[in-house]
């Protein structure tokens, strides 16, 4: 933790929920960098006014990719204090090089692919206590204000993150990117263990107010869908159906392609989804299909990951390690040593 800089050390140490100023001026500062984000890489929608939904690597830097979060702050602490140099030979990175510092030296790209909230692993007692409560009408009691304490955790240093490294650090849209609990515009509630949905969007309302409620809301609407550099694609969910560069770049304008890229089933994709985005996002570059790979998360695999798409679509997400995928820019992506654990 020596390493990082107070304001993270701080979100990552707390014992306690972030209070509402804090919290609230955090928001204001994400959101006015998403609204800013440089069209050199994130081009505006086709109405001229909509975020983007595509984000495009052009600076050919090794990529360091996260699967899903769930409230594991532990997670990006360890990520960010991992020293790099002990699997990623990169130029400028040496033995006392963590990824944080590779972030501040612009040596590296770092996309999440999702997620932030509602934690998953041995978590599910806690739950149902705070259903047991929900239920009764108390809303931000003891379990429930554990559970946000671990989510607000991990959403503020992903917030943190995006404000000090604007233009290498991004953070995709997933299903659980939905603060308010909606069913429109490519979103759907969610429940799994409780009524999670619900539960987060009441104790939102209820302990900080609808204001913050809203802004978190508007800072999961300017959050891009999907990312592309010469070696790789990278959205939350294996791609429903193949998309055109332009749709991607239109997600927000289309609810099918919002959905497409954050709710599809394992077995649910059409065949060659994945293969044709690729050629679709590399037809106008001097960018070889055949040398990249799609990595995604949302459904959970059992070991290091799962290959789908003749191989060429990596899920990675396993809840119970916490492990990144690193992306070359100078050889082949090989899943059995480029995906690795930075958990100490």
Same mark, same amino acid.
């Given at each position: 933790m020596l390493d990082l800089p107070v304001d993270i050390k701080k979100v990552l140490q707390s014992d306690s929920l972030p209070d509402y100023e804090y919290l609230f001026d955090v928001l204001i500062q994400v959101t006015s960098v998403l609204d800013k984000e440089n069209t050199s890489y994130r081009q505006l929608?086709?109405?001229?006014?909509? =975020?983007?939904?595509?984000? &495009?690597?052009?600076?050919?830097? *090794?990529?360091?990719? =996260? $699967?899903? =979060?769930?409230?594991?702050?532990?997670?990006?602490?360890?990520?960010? +204090?991992?020293?790099? /140099?002990?699997?990623?030979?990169? $130029?400028? @990175?040496?033995?006392? +090089?963590?990824?944080?510092?590779?972030?501040?030296?612009?040596?590296?790209? !770092? !996309?999440?692919?999702?997620?932030?909230?509602?934690? &998953?692993?041995?978590?599910? =007692?806690?739950? &149902?206590?705070?259903?047991?409560?929900? !239920?009764?009408?108390?809303? +931000?009691?003891?379990?429930?204000?554990?559970?946000?304490?671990?989510?607000?955790?991990?959403?503020?240093?992903?917030?943190?993150?995006?404000?000090?490294?604007?233009?290498?650090?991004?953070?995709?849209?997933?299903?659980?990117?939905?603060?308010?609990?909606?069913?429109?515009?490519?979103?759907?509630?969610?429940?799994?263990?409780?009524?999670?949905?619900?539960? !987060?969007?009441?104790? @939102?309302?209820? /302990?900080?107010?609808?204001? @913050?409620? /809203?802004?978190?809301?508007?800072? &999961?609407?300017?959050?891009?869908?999907?990312?592309?550099? *010469? /070696?790789?694609?990278?959205?939350?969910?294996?791609?429903?159906?193949?998309?055109s560069k332009q749709q991607l770049i239109d997600a927000r304008l289309e609810e099918k392609v919002v959905e497409s890229l954050t709710w599809t089933r394992n077995n649910q994709a059409e065949d060659g989804s994945v293969l044709q985005i690729i050629k679709n996002l590399f037809a106008d570059k001097n960018w070889n299909p055949e040398n990249a790979i799609y990595l995604a998360g949302h459904r959970p695999v059992e070991n290091k990951y799962n290959l789908r798409q003749n191989g060429l679509f990596v899920q990675f997400h396993n809840p119970c390690e916490q492990n990144i995928a690193i992306i070359y820019n100078n050889r082949p992506f090989n899943p059995e040593e480029d995906i690795i654990g930075v958990e100490k």
């Amino acid at each position: 933790m020596l390493d990082l800089p107070v304001d993270i050390k701080k979100v990552l140490q707390s014992d306690s929920l972030p209070d509402y100023e804090y919290l609230f001026d955090v928001l204001i500062q994400v959101t006015s960098v998403l609204d800013k984000e440089n069209t050199s890489y994130r081009q505006l929608a086709s109405d001229g006014e909509t =975020l983007g939904g595509l984000i &495009e690597f052009n600076d050919n830097l *090794p990529m360091i990719v =996260l $699967p899903d =979060l769930h409230a594991r702050y532990d997670f990006l602490q360890n990520f960010l +204090t991992y020293k790099i /140099y002990k699997k990623a030979n990169i $130029p400028g @990175i040496t033995k006392a +090089t963590s990824v944080y510092q590779a972030l501040k030296k612009g040596l590296i790209n !770092v !996309v999440c692919v999702g997620d932030a909230i509602h934690t &998953e692993k041995n978590t599910v =007692l806690r739950w &149902e206590k705070a259903h047991e409560d929900f !239920v009764k009408g108390k809303k +931000t009691g003891k379990y429930m204000c554990q559970e946000m304490k671990d989510c607000l955790s991990t959403l503020l240093c992903l917030m943190l993150l995006k404000i000090k490294f604007p233009k290498h650090f991004h953070f995709l849209k997933g299903n659980h990117e939905n603060i308010t609990n909606k069913s429109e515009n490519g979103d759907f509630g969610f429940r799994k263990y409780a009524d999670e949905g619900r539960m !987060v969007r009441d104790f @939102i309302r209820e /302990y900080y107010g609808d204001d @913050i409620l /809203y802004l978190i809301s508007c800072y &999961e609407d300017a959050l891009p869908l999907i990312a592309s550099s *010469p /070696y790789c694609v990278i959205s939350h969910a294996e791609p429903l159906m193949a998309f055109s560069k332009q749709q991607l770049i239109d997600a927000r304008l289309e609810e099918k392609v919002v959905e497409s890229l954050t709710w599809t089933r394992n077995n649910q994709a059409e065949d060659g989804s994945v293969l044709q985005i690729i050629k679709n996002l590399f037809a106008d570059k001097n960018w070889n299909p055949e040398n990249a790979i799609y990595l995604a998360g949302h459904r959970p695999v059992e070991n290091k990951y799962n290959l789908r798409q003749n191989g060429l679509f990596v899920q990675f997400h396993n809840p119970c390690e916490q492990n990144i995928a690193i992306i070359y820019n100078n050889r082949p992506f090989n899943p059995e040593e480029d995906i690795i654990g930075v958990e100490k």
